[in-house]
């Protein structure tokens, strides 16, 4: 009888290599190996043939940059999501959508299971089995890391004796993920919050003492709220932040240092570098504040911190998502424009915005001479915006001659 079939997040590394003859052997199943390209800049054809030297008996490579850059970052920066207003999400990101990717080969394969490389403690088990398991409740998950408790020396032991290829490079004292939205890296010394990052944990950009003393001017074109051109060329997903990774990188931005809630209870030290997502965010939030209403921009901030909870609580697959991201869609309906950021010594700042929808208006605005806005109005205005206010202090505060006196507010806090 043919074995039953289980699809594999495979990244090519020690843990999920020797994960193919253990999921063979423990659980008597032939495995199909899945490698996505998500930006992180490894050659999946390479990772792909070492799966087939491994043992598994197919192995599938797909470039999903695209729609991982449309489908997933793109809406995140519409959003505005960065969690506990820092972390850009590019781990979390990019979870939901291997996960998709990996039921439908299932489906295509008639494979009975899924299975990933995550341990126990963190927050990406979370991701892929909350996505396979709204996806398709049939298919068995299997996480090795969390039942087997295997040494380093023990990894390296069992590849030996099947033939698993183990790469010449030393190991790298950090764990790290990264996609072309962020590199993640965290463990090792990084684990002691009151220690500075020490230079071998970074890879993306310089130290920004180290940056051009000459600041970099670049102008971001934006459609509806999705960055679409640099420097007056139009430019696809991919590419632009390919570009914007490079030259943000250079000058030392996108570091990120961060003591975060994981969705486990554990509280943890992780390093991001992400320069094209924090240009991006930065200039989107710019060009926001002359295209939003005052209304619309006070409730994204809630909608934007929803977002990126549910981005990293790993529930993208959820209706709720759709719901803040139908809001999201229609806030950006005239977020259109071009935004001017200067990247200067680990600084990405905004230094000039504009747009056709803009609500911003000089006439309004100017102390100068022929302004539209009537002045007179504005005593009448001021008068019905405080009344309640001024009835307030007239019947409580000020009552008894009492004076509206600072100290004496506070004591009722006693
Ligand atoms: N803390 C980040 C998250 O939960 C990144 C997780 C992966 N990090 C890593 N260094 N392997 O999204």
Redo the contacts with the bound molecule.
Sequence with gaps: MARDKVILAYSGGLDTSVMVPWIREKYDMDVITFTCDLGQGDDIEKIRQKALKTGAIDAIAVDARNLFVDLFVWPALMAGALYEGKYP?A??LGRPLIAKLMVDVAHERGAKAVAHGCTGK???QVRFDCTFQTLDPSLKIIAPVREWSMTRPQALEYCAKYNIPVDAKPESPY???QNIFGR???AGVLEDPWDEPPPDAFAWTVDPVQAPNEPQYLEIEWEQGRPVGLDGQKMDGVPLLEKLNAIGGRHGVGRIDHV?N?LVGIK?R?LYEAPAAVILHEAHRELETLCLSKEASRFKTYVSQAYADLI?NGLWASAFHQDLFAFVASSQRYVTGVTRVKLHKGKATVVGRKSEFSLYSKKLATYDAGSDYDQTAAQGFIKIHGLGQQTQARRQLLKDGRGFDLPGLLRHQK
């Design positions: 999400l781990t979390a963190g927050n990406d764990s790290i993920d993640s890296c965290e975060e994981r943890s992780e990293y």
